[in-house]
């Protein structure tokens, strides 16, 4: 499944107030993917990368990441700051300003493989092996 396809199903999610609805989203968004992707999918609707009973610490931060993503989408720090103001998301700013949409032939297992990669690393320098790693995905 294409990661792009989950983005719009939890975009769609997101702006739905009928739990129900939601539910129905949900339902058919896991009958269209393989067992692995299910599981992968769950974990990102709760915000997780893995069950609750395996600590992680992703420590990627909106202030961390916002400035990195801003440089990438070569938009003014102002022209960000007022996109980020009026959409009040990281990720649709970023959208907005970079013009890359949806995670183009992305997967969603890729996705999540480069998501447990950014959260496995750790240590001094950490945060700028993350931003890197990060910028690198895009290119």
């Known amino acids: 499944m294409l990661f792009a396809s989950l983005v719009a199903v939890f975009e769609r ?22 067992p692995h992707e299910a599981q992968i999918i769950s974990y990102l ?16 931060a909106q202030k961390t990441l916002s400035p990195v993503l801003q440089e990438f989408s070569g938009v003014s720090h102002a022209e960000w700051a007022s996109n980020l103001e009026f959409s009040g998301d990281l990720g649709s700013t970023f959208e907005r300003s970079s013009g890359l949409l949806g995670g183009g032939e992305l997967t969603v297992v890729e996705a999540y493989d480069a998501l447990v990669e950014i959260e496995k690393v750790t240590g001094n320098g950490s945060k700028e092996k993350k931003n890197s790693f990060i910028i690198s995905s895009f290119e």
Request: proline fraction near 3%; charged fraction near 15%.
């Open 45 to 60: 609707s709760l915000g997780v990368l893995y069950p609750v009973f395996i600590s992680t610490a992703f420590n990627l």
């Open 13 to 34: 999610i997101e702006h739905q107030s009928s739990r129900l609805e939601m539910m129905r989203e949900l339902s058919e968004l896991f009958l269209q993917s393989s």
